[in-house]
C-alpha cells in the first residue's frame, strides 16, 4: 500500500524535529538517576469518559513497574472546569516544574493527542525549555503521540476496523469522528486515516469536527451510496463533550441531526480510544521507545 500524499506531508513536517525529541542538560552535574513518566492530555470535562484515561494509567503503570507516573492537562478550559469543582489538575509545564522540585533527574513523556497537532508542538516546545534550565533534569524523551508514522495509520485502522459492532450490518456505514484541527498541517493525518479505512474495510469514513474531512464532506458520499444508517463511533481519546453533543447530541446542527435530515439514522457508542487495549498499545509503544532513551 502506498502511503498517501497527505500523510506524506505531516510525516515531513514529523521528521523536521523526529531526530531532536532528546533534550540532554548540559550541566554536568552528578547525582544518582531518577525517572518518572509523564502522560499528557487534552482532557476532559465529561466525568463518564475519565474511564478512558483510567484504562491507560493501568497500562502504562503495568508496562513501566515501579516507576512514577504523573499527569498534565494541556486545556486550559479544561482545568479551569475542574478547578470550579475542587479538583486541581495540572498544565505540562506546572507538571515538569513539580517533577524538578521533587529531584527527578529524567523524564518521558507521553502525549496522548491522536496527531502531532498544536498541542503537541506547544507541549514539545516548552519540555526543551524545561531541559535548557540550570539545575533542572538531566534529560527528556518526548513521546509520539497516537498516529506519528504510516505503520501507526495501518495498526490503528486495523485496530478501528475490530471494534465495529457486530449488530453493524453491511449496508450501514461506519463514520470514525475525530476532533480535526483546521489551522495545523497535522490535520492531514485525518485524510489519511480515511483513505487506509477504507482501503482496509468497505464502508468506513472518517469526519472531524473542526478539520477536514468534515461530517459536510461525508455526508454526500453517503448518500452516494444510498447508506439508511450510520453507526458513529469516536476517533478520540475520551468520549467526551464532543461526542455527547457536536456529534451525538440533540441540537440542529449536531451529525445526528444533520444526518437524519439526510434520511439516515445513527448509532452512536460511547467509548474512547483509551478503552481499546490494542490502541493503548500503540502509544506505550512510543513511550518505550522514549523511555529506553533515558
Same mark, same amino acid.
Given at each position: 500500500?502506498?502511503?498517501?500524499?497527505?500523510?506524506?506531508?505531516?510525516?515531513?513536517?514529523?521528521? !523536521?524535529?523526529?531526530?531532536? %525529541?532528546? /533534550?540532554?542538560?548540559?550541566? #554536568?552535574?552528578?547525582?544518582?538517576?531518577?525517572? @518518572?513518566?509523564? &502522560?499528557?492530555?487534552?482532557?476532559?470535562?465529561?466525568?463518564?469518559?475519565?474511564?478512558?484515561?483510567?484504562?491507560?494509567?493501568?497500562?502504562?503503570?503495568?508496562?513501566?513497574?515501579?516507576?512514577?507516573?504523573?499527569?498534565?492537562?494541556?486545556?486550559?478550559?479544561?482545568?479551569?472546569?475542574?478547578?470550579?469543582?475542587?479538583?486541581?489538575?495540572?498544565?505540562?509545564?506546572?507538571?515538569?516544574?513539580?517533577?524538578?522540585?521533587?529531584?527527578?533527574?529524567?523524564?518521558?513523556?507521553?502525549?496522548?493527542?491522536?496527531?502531532?497537532?498544536?498541542?503537541?508542538?506547544? !507541549?514539545?516546545?516548552?519540555? %526543551?525549555? /524545561?531541559?535548557?534550565?540550570? #539545575?533542572?533534569?538531566?534529560?527528556?524523551?518526548? @513521546?509520539?503521540? &497516537?498516529?506519528?508514522?504510516?505503520?501507526?495509520?495501518?495498526?490503528?485502522?486495523?485496530?478501528?476496523?475490530?471494534?465495529?459492532?457486530?449488530?453493524?450490518?453491511?449496508?450501514?456505514?461506519?463514520?470514525?469522528?475525530?476532533?480535526?484541527?483546521?489551522?495545523?498541517?497535522?490535520?492531514?493525518?485525518?485524510?489519511?486515516?480515511?483513505?487506509?479505512?477504507?482501503?482496509?474495510?468497505?464502508?468506513?469514513?472518517?469526519?472531524?469536527?473542526?478539520?477536514?474531512?468534515?461530517?459536510?464532506?461525508?455526508?454526500?458520499?453517503?448518500?452516494?451510496?444510498?447508506?439508511?444508517?450510520?453507526?458513529?463511533?469516536?476517533?478520540?481519546?475520551?468520549?467526551?463533550?464532543?461526542?455527547?453533543?457536536?456529534?451525538?447530541?440533540?441540537?440542529?446542527?449536531?451529525?445526528?441531526?444533520?444526518?437524519?435530515?439526510?434520511?439516515?439514522?445513527?448509532?452512536?457508542?460511547?467509548?474512547?480510544?483509551?478503552?481499546?487495549?490494542?490502541?493503548?498499545?500503540?502509544?506505550?509503544?512510543?513511550?518505550?521507545?522514549?523511555?529506553?532513551?533515558?
Amino acid at each position: 500500500m502506498h502511503t498517501p500524499w497527505f500523510l506524506m506531508c505531516a510525516l515531513m513536517m514529523l521528521g !523536521l524535529f523526529a531526530s531532536g %525529541r532528546s /533534550f540532554v542538560s548540559g550541566g #554536568g552535574r552528578d547525582r544518582p538517576a531518577r525517572r @518518572a513518566i509523564l &502522560l499528557v492530555a487534552f482532557g476532559t470535562s465529561v466525568p463518564e469518559a475519565q474511564k478512558s484515561f483510567d484504562r491507560i494509567r493501568e497500562k502504562v503503570e503495568a508496562a513501566f513497574p515501579g516507576v512514577e507516573v504523573r499527569w498534565a492537562y494541556t486545556s486550559r478550559v479544561i482545568r479551569a472546569k475542574a478547578a470550579s469543582r475542587g479538583q486541581r489538575l495540572d498544565s505540562p509545564e506546572t507538571a515538569l516544574a513539580k517533577l524538578m522540585d521533587d529531584g527527578y533527574t529524567h523524564v518521558a513523556l507521553l502525549s496522548l493527542h491522536v496527531i502531532p497537532g498544536k498541542e503537541f508542538h506547544d !507541549l514539545y516546545r516548552n519540555a %526543551r525549555l /524545561f531541559a535548557d534550565m540550570a #539545575g533542572g533534569f538531566e534529560k527528556i524523551e518526548i @513521546a509520539m503521540p &497516537l498516529i506519528a508514522s504510516h505503520e501507526d495509520t495501518l495498526r490503528v485502522a486495523r485496530a478501528l476496523i475490530r471494534r465495529i459492532p457486530g449488530e453493524r450490518k453491511p449496508e450501514d456505514a461506519v463514520v470514525f469522528a475525530g476532533h480535526g484541527t483546521g489551522k495545523h498541517p497535522a490535520d492531514a493525518v485525518y485524510g489519511a486515516m480515511d483513505r487506509v479505512l477504507n482501503e482496509e474495510a468497505g464502508n468506513v469514513f472518517v469526519a472531524t469536527v473542526q478539520g477536514y474531512p468534515s461530517i459536510g464532506d461525508v455526508i454526500p458520499r453517503l448518500a452516494g451510496q444510498k447508506v439508511r444508517r450510520a453507526w458513529l463511533i469516536p476517533f478520540m481519546t475520551v468520549a467526551g463533550d464532543h461526542v455527547r453533543n457536536d456529534i451525538s447530541g440533540d441540537k440542529p446542527d449536531s451529525w445526528k441531526s444533520l444526518l437524519a435530515k439526510n434520511g439516515i439514522a445513527c448509532e452512536t457508542v460511547f467509548s474512547g480510544l483509551g478503552e481499546y487495549p490494542e490502541i493503548v498499545e500503540v502509544w506505550i509503544d512510543h513511550l518505550r521507545e522514549a523511555y529506553s532513551k533515558l
